[in-house]
């Protein structure tokens, strides 16, 4: 187990509604990225948030947003729900240390989001 | 472009068969670490390897082996007398550098091969 922590562990929505998906970063990590994995697709990455500030977002529009808290865990936000949003949503925390040679991304488990 | 292909599909083999995985990347990066994940169903990404790119000797653990072609942007997996419990997805990926700051970075997957090990 890595000890990231990601709830819930499932979660069914309907479109247009909102979700809020958590992740709790191992001890010691000060970075946590998202990553969408739609069925039958790698993980896409979502963004990443560094001691509480984006830092790098992928192709995703703006209704999908996020938070770093003080303790580095984080929320995944996602507005306006549509049913291509069905996906597994995963988190990886890492130590950004600023040396790429240490930092390496730990994954928790995923949420797995229905948008019926 | 920056990306990982895995041409392979799907692919099935009998239990105690060697089989080998394949990946292709992409990348204008100088310095970049490539990394092979398992997605058992239940979902969780399961870290196999990591390498850098300055490092192109080949690797082994146990039944696992791993091929770094820098001349051929390649990056195979083998595994060798497979068995049922290697059943899963197997994902390849690439490091990308972010910009924003220093050292982050985020990876780019490519689409994944189920593998099937039938007993």
């Known amino acids: 187990e890595t000890g990231v922590t990601q709830s819930p562990t499932h979660l069914i929505k309907t479109r247009g509604q909102q979700v809020t998906l958590r992740c709790s970063s191992q001890s010691g990590h000060n970075t946590v990225s998202w990553y969408q994995q739609a069925l039958g697709q790698g993980p896409q990455f979502i963004f990443q948030y560094y001691r509480e500030e984006e830092n790098g977002r992928g192709n995703f529009p703006p209704r999908f947003s996020g938070l770093q808290f003080p303790n580095y865990s984080s929320e995944l936000n996602v507005n306006a729900l549509e049913l291509d949003d069905s996906a597994l949503y995963l988190c990886a925390s890492s130590s950004n240390s600023g040396d790429r040679a240490h930092n390496e991304q730990f994954f928790g488990p995923g949420t797995r989001l229905t948008v019926l | 472009a920056q990306k990982v292909t895995q041409a392979q599909t799907e692919i099935s083999v009998v239990e105690k068969e060697d089989v080998t995985l394949d990946c292709v990347y992409e990348?204008?990066?100088?310095?970049?670490?490539l990394f092979w994940y398992k997605q058992p169903p239940s979902g969780e990404l399961v870290f196999l390897i990591r390498r850098n790119s300055f490092d192109e000797q080949n690797e082994i653990s146990g039944r696992y082996s791993w091929n770094f072609q820098k001349s051929t942007s390649s990056f195979n997996f083998t595994i060798t007398a497979s068995q049922v419990v290697d059943s899963a997805v197997y994902f390849c990926a690439l490091s990308i550098h972010l910009v924003v700051r220093s050292g982050s970075e985020k990876l780019v997957f490519g689409k994944g091969t189920k593998l099937t090990v039938n007993p």
């Open positions: 990348t204008r990066d100088t310095t970049y670490y």
